[in-house]
């Protein structure tokens, strides 16, 4: 399934939200998208730091330090609309929530999850890198802190793993 960059953040955001639900009974701890980048497959994360209601991202203040954004979800913020769309679809359905906090079958929730990701049209204004980018093949050892995606239109999403995973 090909998604856009907006679309994979909202979906990364998602996925954060599924691992940290309340009452969870199922084995995932760390579900991560895989995509295809010219032939390897590659997991990480599409925002560069996430708390259950927020996106951080990093900038250079006018004194030289750093400074962090906070980008909260459900306050109708420009550079996350994606997520603010993508979110309340999925806690809106009470058995897909049910469902995502007690599987351990990542084949079905991959499916379902696609079918959420068609109805995101929303774009968001956030850099477009994989963080903690880690190959899964050819070379399972490559592992960056950052990948620049901003050249990809598209990326092709192959599957939702629970990364690291004790069946490797």
Request: with cysteine; glycine share 2%.
């Amino acid at each position: 399934m090909k998604l856009n960059q907006s679309q994979l953040q909202a979906l990364d955001f998602l996925l954060f939200r599924i691992n940290t639900l309340p009452n969870k009974t199922s084995e995932f701890t760390n579900l991560q998208a895989v995509i295809k980048i010219d032939g390897a497959l590659w997991t990480g994360s599409f925002l560069e730091n996430t708390s259950s209601n927020s996106v951080v991202q990093k900038s250079i203040n006018a004194i030289g330090g750093t400074d962090a954004e906070l980008f909260s979800y459900r306050q109708c913020n420009q550079s996350i609309k994606a997520i603010d769309q993508l979110v309340p679809i999925f806690f809106s359905n009470q058995s897909l929530v049910d469902f995502a906090r007690h599987t351990n079958d990542s084949l079905l929730l991959y499916k379902e999850l696609a079918k959420l990701m068609t109805d995101i049209t929303e774009k968001n204004l956030l850099p477009e890198f994989l963080y903690n980018a880690k190959q899964l093949s050819p070379n399972p050892n490559l592992a960056l802190d950052y990948m620049d995606l901003s050249s990809y239109e598209e990326l092709e999403l192959i599957a939702i793993l629970d990364y690291p995973s004790s069946k490797n």
